[in-house]
């Protein structure tokens, strides 16, 4: 497939190829204004395909490989270099459990563009942005307006299409879809990997059947990781086709306002897709306990890495599983996004954390647990290192907060003994959740100290898990005051029991 060149960029300036139809919003690359070192781009005033298809053209590119590109919904190398900047591929050597492996050339996925011997030389043409963030001055609160999330694949579109995914999730929770972009064999529907891991079959272990979810695996799984894509892939992380916001370049937050009453921001940093499993499968509780531990690996590899990357100041890990919890693809898969911003309600939570420590000198956040062990009745369950309850105040019926006894600010510093441990527990907790409201979607949302925080010992992480009972109505959204109808002591009397029926030991 014939590839536009141009010359050699700078790894924080410019953002992938053109694919598909060119419009409005699909140039969305940013570079610094009076920058010299790309010369003005042209693009044609009219938006059909045909004028497309000539734009295209213009750029050197075939008919043919212009169809491929829409088809195959490619990103350029340039993509995964600004996704993992400054990265090499990873030469092999082996870390137990979790080992980084250098793919050899049979293992390495065959892509379109690819030829055996490596991937085409390809340099991207510069696109503009398309995510924008403005604030509404009665509230103080900022909106992201992302246009290209209408354009999102929908397994939940119409009735048929739901009740085919029901039956599939009945029927057979272990085949591949050759319609679904996150299956095994499917990684032409999406953009290259910037990071997957295979789990070692040898290391599999079967899980107690009488049992769930209680881990009786005699070590930790070994996983090969690696910094793009690999054949026989248990999880992969892949950029996200419909960003809510754009990809991260050196310089371009800042959007000129042309009304002080109307503020707005170019919203810039990752927005990324974690596929959870290989095969055709919408619950955690389908895939075994070494695939839920390769899924907490790829949160705290993607977390570190956006952490550390300069202009980030908030990441938000979240899932979305169902319909009503606003999935869009049945496959099982989580979310991260990466912003240049923090948001209001964030901000507030850490203002919030940073007086109550300057008072007490304490974490908030392990005050109130140590304040829910001694009242004890919003408590599910415990280990010796994670606590599963109830919060006293929550938002969402049915809600619960997994989080460290210990104080523990920050996902990213968990070790593999701690993340395999997490996965086992959570899958234990979803159990409770899916047993006591089935049917129901579910959302969980992974709570890290954020990029921005000066004061990490004021913060404690936690994972909230909420099915979605009701829907938000007129009050809430008028008043920002949500209604619960379920009690959190109530609920919680309902996962012990669920608990205690699975687990009779710890009890």
């Not at 095994?184 to 079967?206: F, H, K, L």
Request: hydrophobic fraction near 35%; proline fraction near 6%; include cysteine.
């Amino acid at each position: 497939m014939s590839r536009v060149q141009m010359r050699p960029v700078d790894r924080w300036s410019t953002a992938a190829s053109v694919s598909g139809e060119v419009g409005t919003n699909e140039l969305h690359g940013m570079v610094e204004p009076g920058d010299d070192r790309f010369p003005p781009i042209s693009r044609p005033e009219e938006t059909s395909r045909e004028a497309a298809a000539d734009f295209h053209l213009s750029l050197g590119q075939t008919a043919e490989s212009q169809e491929e590109d829409r088809e195959t919904r490619l990103m350029s190398n340039n993509d995964t270099e600004i996704a993992l900047p400054g990265r090499q591929a990873a030469t092999g050597f082996r870390v137990n459990p979790v080992s980084r492996v250098d793919p050899g050339p049979d293992q390495q996925l065959s892509r379109p563009g690819s030829k055996q011997s490596g991937v085409v030389s390809q340099q991207p043409v510069v696109r503009r942005a398309t995510s924008q963030t403005r604030q509404d001055l009665l509230t103080g609160d900022w909106t992201i307006f992302a246009t290209c999330r209408d354009e999102r694949p929908n397994d939940y579109a119409s009735i048929e299409q739901i009740e085919s995914s029901a039956q599939q999730g009945r029927d057979s929770k272990q085949q591949s879809d050759p319609s679904c972009p996150f299956c095994y064999g499917s990684e032409n529907q999406t953009p290259q990997a910037v990071w997957s891991a295979r789990i070692d079959q040898s290391d599999r272990r079967a899980e107690n059947a009488g049992v769930f979810g209680v881990d009786t695996r005699l070590s930790r799984p070994v996983l090969n990781v690696f910094d793009g894509e690999q054949v026989g892939w248990d999880v992969r992380v892949v950029p996200n086709k419909f960003p809510a916001v754009s990809a991260m370049f050196e310089g371009s937050g800042a959007v000129a306002d042309s009304n002080p009453l109307f503020p707005r921001k170019a919203v810039v940093g990752a927005h990324e897709v974690i596929i959870e499993n290989a095969c055709h499968s919408g619950s955690l509780l389908d895939v075994d306990a070494s695939a839920v531990f390769a899924t907490l690996v790829a949160y705290r590899q993607r977390i570190s890495h956006w952490h550390g990357h300069p202009g980030i100041q908030y990441l938000s890990v979240f899932k979305n599983c169902g319909r009503e919890a606003g999935a869009s693809l049945r496959h099982n898969h989580s979310q991260l996004v990466a912003t240049s911003f923090v948001p209001s309600r964030i901000a507030a939570q850490l203002a919030i954390a940073q007086r109550h420590h300057a008072r007490t000198g304490c974490c908030l956040g392990c005050d109130l647990v140590r304040a829910e062990l001694q009242e004890g009745d919003r408590i599910i369950d415990q280990t010796d290192s994670l606590l599963a309850f109830c919060p006293y105040a929550s938002k969402h019926a049915g809600m619960i907060r997994i989080t460290s006894r210990k104080h523990q600010p920050h996902f990213e510093s968990f070790d593999d003994s701690e993340l395999d441990h997490l996965g086992s527990f959570l899958q234990r907790v979803l159990h409770w959740v899916e047993s006591a409201f089935p049917g129901k979607g579910y959302n969980y949302l992974l709570n890290t100290c954020p990029a921005a925080s000066t004061q990490p010992e004021a913060f404690q992480w936690s994972l909230d898990v909420f099915p979605r009972l009701t829907k938000v109505a007129g009050f809430e959204w008028a008043s920002d005051c949500m209604i619960n109808s379920l009690l959190p002591e109530v609920a919680a009397a309902q996962y012990r029991h669920l608990a205690k029926q699975e687990d009779p030991r710890s009890f």
